[in-house]
């Protein structure tokens, strides 16, 4: 390719630490500076660091400050007049005429693994330049889809240019020079082999905890890299656990050419560098089955869930008994590093500097990842028109099919004619959102992925499994996900269904979508990670209508770890049928009763208590006069002030609600009693 005009590169990498996004921009100026297309070109570096010597790339230093001084002021104003190529996740706020490579944005989805300074650069600065940049590029199809998520900037605009393999097979293991004591060397027992740091997306802590039985089987664990490797308050490790710390190239090439595998049990990662490095020594690989890592090593692999350490201990103890098995499994992955160049992605890089508008992203082959088992769960009481209407039209369209679809309720007249529906399965249980709710967990398939609740008058877009796959596949720390509520009958007299469906097929797709967290579960539409669920069930004392009941278990599912988001790929229409709703007074009484409840836990915070209870009091009472006809706030009023009175009384309980205005047959205006079926 023959370059119409010279461009620039930010070489602020030079005065950095050595690490995959470093190593990425390095070997992509090598490669650059093996073509013809970049001669002229100028790699521009901050004062006082040290250079490769390049055969077509002019190096210049630039400037008297450094870090980001220099990348956001000097940087700009020594590529004026030339377009800017930035190969580590930052480049000046100020330039537009520039390339930007975004390896990821772990530092908004896995804040933990970062220091307080980096997390404020990262956020304040990655919007900035992501708007004005002509073009974003990226290291793998999962990372683009993360940035889509996170920055504005749509998918459609992000180019993949993933790392190479070439380097790897220049490291020379006859020049290491580890230490004798380091059990690594011939006659030693078996080691895998962990490259990474400390920081929690790296998650060596399932290394440290899966080493006891890796010891019974005489296996060791050795970690390359930094030397803090866990979360482990006490710091002693296991005795068949080594670390080594910062390693040559040489003693990379060492490691990986005597280890048994290389694991990489990551929980997030922009493209997992090591993952190719080892398939180009010939070393097997055992791998987390999420982000960035299933379309790297395809099925080049052994892989698990960086959530499941028996299933690492059963991956590696199989490899470990079979030499078959890793003479095939190494194979694999010489062949299937091929795919990764770094003399492809430098040609990509030429070609965005030359045509930004017009160059493409760049597909390299990769075997999907294996579809999530997804039950969808629809809890329904005293409405079963409704609820056959939205489920036939939820099986109807999805796009990806769930493994099992599960209707809740207190009696099979519930269900109306789904009970004769094959390939749905009602299950009975008491009376109550949430004990319904937990009805359908107690009997979910033990080898289900992904649990999602829908309201029974919920209508789902097409895309609504399909897009919480992705978000959970991609990251394996969100634990929840609540969709975009596009239109919400609740606050007003009620969506037909007919108008509702009409609403979600014509939301368009296109368009840069948007993640938000922390974001507590909404209750009409939530999906949430079996592993992460576990035992925790919902608050059955949250009783009927469960006012509050998926804030709860969203922050009782927090408290365990992991994040909650909100995510507006995930888009429906919440019906709000008035119908089957609870009375006004047990819902008056709720709405006092259960944020006091939910205090008390710690699942609530106290100024969210406090708003919320004078909320709906305060619209109780200014309606009062002027009520909407499909409100009962006379009923909540009266609600209201009876949990105040046992809340002075000391006789507050949300399960309360149940026994109030059981004489009456038909509630007014608000529908007749039930306990299930709402949001």
Known sequence: MKMTASFAINGRFLAQNLSGVQRYAGNIVNALDQTEAARGSTLLFPKGVRHPVYERLDAVEVGALGGYGWEQVELPIAARGRRLLNLCNMAPVIKSEQIVCIHDTNVLSSPDSYTRGFRAAYRSLQPLFARRAVRIATVSHASARQIARYLPISLSQIVVLPNGHEHALLWDADLASLPAELPVHEGDRPFVLAIGSGARHKNMALLVEIAPW???????????????????????????????????????????????????????????????????????????????????????????????????????????????????????????????????????????????????????????????????????????????????????????????????????????????????????????????????????DPQTDIVVFFDDDFIAHPNWLAEAAKVFQDESSVVGITGDVIADGIKGPGIAFEEAARTVAAEAEAGAKRCIETFSPYGCNMAFRMKAI???????????????????????????????????????????????????????????????????????????VAAQIFKNIASNVGRLLLPEPYVDRKGRLRGNIRAIVDGMTGELAPERAADLGKKRTVVAKEGKPAGAGGA
């Open 214 to 444: 890796l010891d019974t089987s005489g296996i060791n664990v050795v970690i390359a890299g930094g030397n803090d490797i866990g979360d482990r308050e006490d710091r002693t490790l296991p005795g068949n656990v080594h670390r080594c710390g910062r390693v040559s190239d040489n003693d990379l090439a060492y490691l990986l050419d005597h280890a048994l595998c290389l694991a990489f049990p990551s929980l997030t990662e922009g493209f997992g560098l090591p993952i190719v490095e080892a398939m180009a020594r010939g070393c097997p690989v055992v791998s987390s089955d999420c982000a960035s890592m299933p379309e790297v090593c395809g099925a080049a692999a052994l892989m698990g869930s960086p959530l499941d350490p028996a299933q690492w201990v059963k991956h590696i103890e199989t490899l470990a008994m079979s030499p078959r098995l890793q003479v095939d499994l190494a194979g694999r992955g010489r062949e299937r590093c091929k795919n990764f160049s770094w003399r492809d992605s430098a040609e990509g890089y030429l070609e965005l500097l030359e045509t930004p508008a017009v160059a493409k992203r760049r597909v390299f082959p990769s075997a999907p990842p294996p579809a999530p088992r997804i039950a969808a769960v629809f809890a329904t009481l005293g409405r079963p028109e409704i609820v056959s209407k939205t489920v036939r039209h939820f099986l109807s369209t999805q796009r990806l099919a769930p493994s099992a679809v599960l209707v809740s309720c207190v009696t099979p007249e519930d269900a109306g004619d789904l009970v004769h529906l094959e390939g749905l399965t009602i299950v009975l249980g008491p009376v109550g959102l949430a004990s319904q709710r937990n009805t359908a967990l107690n009997a979910l």
């Open 534 to 608: 576990g035992s925790l069930r919902f608050d059955d004392r949250l009783v009927l209508y469960g006012w509050l009941e998926d804030r709860d278990f969203g922050a009782a599912l927090a408290k365990k770890g992991g994040r909650l988001v909100k995510w507006s790929g995930c888009q429906g229409v919440h019906m709000g049928v008035k119908s089957g709703r609870t009375s006004g007074v047990r819902l008056g009484y709720s709405q006092v009763a259960n944020p006091l409840y939910l205090l008390k836990k710690g699942t609530m915070k106290p100024h969210l």
